[in-house]
């Protein structure tokens, strides 16, 4: 009788081990700004998923679909050797003021994620408006024991900066009439 329950007795041994040597967890980041502008203002701004030229780390944007779900565009870094990110436009709400896109290809080099999804939204009325940008993604690096930088904390501090900076820009070009 023992020989038979030999076999549950090892899985149930191994079991906490295969719970430990998981992969990475998901990480999010979510960044959001009031700013001093009618919604319709900022909305008309960042509803164009073929013009990424409000994120000011973006030196020019190729696309292809518009606002059409399914639609791509290729975004062109200001960095060094101008390194580009693709990405995909998954769902689009203008009445709702809300786009989600996906990152479909990029080095994690230029920006450590992977799987990285996003939605942007606008809320507000006639004199201020709320941006929310936030991201669900992987570190750089998708296996165990990452380089420091493709790590959790430096994926979750790349988003983080990115969206830091571009909602204050944003919010400064808004406010500021341009």
């Known amino acids: 009788m023992l020989k038979a329950w030999t076999p549950l007795f090892v899985a149930c041994a191994l079991l906490p081990g295969a719970v430990l040597a998981h992969g990475p967890s998901r990480l999010k980041v ?3 700004v009031d700013i001093a502008a009618p919604v319709d203002k900022v909305w008309a701004r960042l509803s164009k998923f073929d013009d990424a030229s409000w994120i000011p780390a ?3 944007t190729d696309a292809k679909g518009g606002n059409e779900v399914g639609a791509t565009r290729t975004v062109t870094l200001k960095a060094e050797g101008s390194p580009t990110i693709e990405e995909e436009l998954v769902k689009y709400n203008a009445e709702g003021k809300s786009l989600s896109y996906k990152i479909t290809k990029v080095d994690p080099k230029v920006l450590p994620v992977n799987n ?11 004199t201020k408006s709320t941006v929310e940008w936030k991201a669900g993604f992987y570190r750089g690096y998708p296996n165990n024991d990452p380089p420091p930088e493709l ?17 204050a820009e944003l919010k400064k070009s808004l406010e500021g009439g341009k």
Do not use: R
């Open 30 to 32: 979510v960044e959001s």
């Open 58 to 60: 973006v030196a020019k």
């Open 116 to 126: 990285y999804a996003s939605t942007i939204t606008v809320s507000g009325d006639a």
């Open 151 to 167: 790590n959790d904390d430096a994926s979750q501090a790349a988003v983080t900066k990115l969206y830091e900076t571009t909602l």
